[in-house]
Every structure is written in C-alpha cells, then in structure tokens.
Nanobody, 118 residues
Framework: QVQLVESGGGLVQDGGSLRLSCAAS???????MGWYRQAPGKDREFVAS????????YYTDSVKGRFTISRTVGKNTVYLQMSSLKPEDTAVYYC????????????WGQGTQVTVSS
C-alpha cells in the first residue's frame, strides 16, 4: 500500500522560507501530486499541484509567486518551496497523490505543521 511521508514543516518568522518534502513509499503510478492545507477552524484548501505526465503546475491565487511545487524526476517525490511566508499561511500542510485509475486525490500524508509568526 502506498504511503506519503511529509517533512520540512516548522516555525518561521513573517517573510521567511520553508521547504516541504513528500515521498511516496511503495510502487505506484500517479496522475498528479499536490499540496493542501488546513488552518484552524477552516476547511482544507488546495495549495498547489503538479501533473506527473508533463510537469504542468497549478497554484491557488494566494500563493502564486511565493510558493513553487517541484519534483524529483524518476521518483515519486514532490516538494513545496514556500517563500515570503505570511501569518495567514499558518496551517497543517498535507501531501496528496492521485493514483492512476483514480478520479481524485486518493492517497494522503499525515500532515506537517507550518507556523508563521508575526
């Protein structure tokens, strides 16, 4: 069974940077991998994703120009480079994967906390 393992969260000051990593264990083929986040008292929201076939990337408007999603070619590993972080970016960040044959993200990581202090 495929599992996603995230790392790289932590506490950072307003304007700082963090890099999240997500590695998939087990053999699988993905349509896409991405990142979601959930702030306290709010619903989980989409942050960024990458289509595995061609590397196309997608971002929610609030992170465009500040966050970059990337991957290690040949490995089921995805990264989220976060720069110019703001207190409103504080959330638990979840890695997600859409396996081939699935119509949506069907594999989720355990989440990693990102806290941006003002």
């Amino acid at each position: 069974q495929v599992q996603l393992v995230e790392s790289g969260g932590g506490l950072v000051q307003d304007g700082g940077s963090l890099r999240l990593s997500c590695a998939a264990s087990g053999r699988s083929f993905f349509h896409a991998m991405g990142w979601y986040r959930q702030a306290p008292g709010k619903d989980r929201e989409f942050v960024a994703s990458m289509r595995w076939s061609n590397g196309d990337t997608y971002y929610t408007d609030s992170v465009k120009g500040r966050f970059t999603i990337s991957r290690t070619v040949g490995k089921n590993t995805v990264y989220l480079q976060m720069s110019s972080l703001k207190p409103e970016d504080t959330a638990v960040y979840y890695c997600a994967a859409q396996q081939v044959g699935s119509t949506n993200y069907n594999v989720w990581g355990q989440g990693t906390q990102v806290t941006v202090s003002s």
